[in-house]
């Protein structure tokens, strides 16, 4: 069964500093990497996600993946109070249809 | 943006009770879910279904039924309800394919069972 596991369990960072989150997986026949965000008493939403190795970027943040490694990560730049929140990787599997792996989350506090 | 609700919101109910959460998508899509968050857990998949009448059982199913009944309506059927099962339990709904794989949540329903 695919292992999803996130480091850290929590960060805090200042205003305006780089985040950096990371995810590892089990399963090497992995094909989709995904980050949500879970703002504190809502629903996760995705963020942003990458099919294959390399990096994507949209905005603030960036999404890098190597398969090799078995490890993505997101990066966010310029932190904002307002990214304070848990952040959920996730993970599909080729060939179990539509499902997710969710890791536990790593809990972001952003200090103004 | 894809639209899931859930009903009820928050629900308490006693241990040996019978509870069914509801969950609607307005979207088309073709996959719905289940799932119980809990601290030191993350979310952990419960059921599955990938339309009208199928199901698939997920990672965590123990204890719980669900049925689909709709291209847009999904249950979760508590029938013996305990108190391990006290958790905040999401909906989540996606397209097909690879183009599918983002998975679209509702609000979340807090449930207790005393």
């Known amino acids: 069964q695919q292992k999803v596991q996130q480091s850290p369990e929590s960060l805090i960072v200042p205003e305006g500093a780089m985040t950096s989150l990371n995810c590892t997986f089990s399963d090497s026949a992995s094909q989709y990497f995904a980050w949500y965000r879970q703002h504190s008493g809502k629903a996760p939403k995705a963020l942003m996600s990458i099919f294959s190795n390399g990096e994507k970027e949209e905005g603030r943040f960036t999404i890098h993946l190597n398969k090799a490694s078995l490890h993505f990560s997101l990066h966010i730049r310029d932190s904002q109070p307002s990214d304070s929140a848990l952040y959920l990787c996730?993970?599909?599997?080729?060939?179990?249809?539509?499902?997710?792996?969710f890791g536990i989350g790593t809990r972001v506090l952003v200090r103004p | 943006e894809a639209a899931v609700t859930q009903s009820p919101r928050n629900k308490v109910t006693v241990t040996g009770g019978n509870v069914t959460l509801s969950c609607r998508q307005t979207n088309s899509h073709n996959y719905m879910y289940w799932y119980r968050q809990d601290t030191g857990h993350g979310l952990r998949l419960i059921h599955y279904s990938y339309g009208a009448g199928n199901l698939q059982i997920g990672d965590v199913p123990d204890g719980y039924k669900a049925t689909r009944t709709t291209q847009e309506d999904f249950f979760l059927l508590l029938e013996l309800a305990s108190p391990s099962q006290t958790s905040l339990y999401f909906c989540?709904?996606?397209?097909?394919?690879?183009?599918?794989?983002?998975?679209?949540f509702g609000p979340g329903t807090r449930l207790t069972v005393l």
């Open positions: 989540a709904s996606s397209d097909a394919g690879l183009g599918g794989l983002e998975q679209y």
């Open positions: 996730a993970v599909s599997m080729r060939g179990a249809g539509n499902k997710l792996t």
